[in-house]
């Protein structure tokens, strides 16, 4: 018995692209990346693992969780953020940090959504989605909150809770 198949060209082609967008084309496990300006440290991203997809929209997903510090000019640690899940869009720069997030800030303040964008390009983050800000003195609550991407300086959007006000 002899059997035969036989594939065109253009349906291996068009196969192969569908698989390079639903695998990454490189895994990197135990990562550190490495943001500077001008020679100085301003970021350090760390995850566990790390997987690269090449597309129209490139990103780099971080599928069990990420840390990023943020450091200021001189080199000091301003802000931890981190996160179950992010996924890093390449082109535009943003991240989208999602399930369990969490930022903390010099002066202890503690952030936790849902869900997180950190513009780079900005060196800001933001939500549209309900946010809980824990201070020394307050419980905030909100839908929606904007920040420098020091956590030093934000708004809260529909904001609840306790808050302090001196006189």
């Not at 129209?56 to 931890?80: P, T």
């Not at 952030?111 to 003195?137: G, P, R």
Request: proline content about 1%; aromatic content about 10%; overall charge negative.
């Amino acid at each position: 018995m002899l059997f035969s198949c036989s594939n065109s060209m253009e349906k291996v082609r068009e196969l192969s692209i569908q698989n390079e967008q639903n695998y990454p084309v490189e895994t990197i496990e135990d990562c550190e990346i490495i943001y500077s300006d001008s020679a100085q440290v301003r970021v350090i991203l760390n995850a566990m693992l790390l997987n690269r997809y090449v597309s129209e929209n490139s990103y780099l997903e971080f599928s069990d969780g990420v840390r990023v510090q943020f450091f200021n000019a001189r080199g000091k640690k301003e802000s931890e953020l981190v996160a179950d899940y992010a996924k890093l869009f390449e082109q535009s720069s943003l991240m989208i940090a999602k399930n369990n997030v969490k930022v903390r800030n010099i002066d202890g303040d503690l952030l936790e959504s849902e869900e997180l964008i950190w513009d780079q390009e900005k060196k800001e983050v933001y939500s549209e989605e309900f946010v809980k800000i824990t201070t020394q003195h307050e419980v905030i609550y909100g839908n929606g909150f904007v920040s420098n991407q020091n956590f030093t300086k934000y708004t809260i959007k529909n904001i609840k809770g306790t808050i302090l006000v001196d006189n």
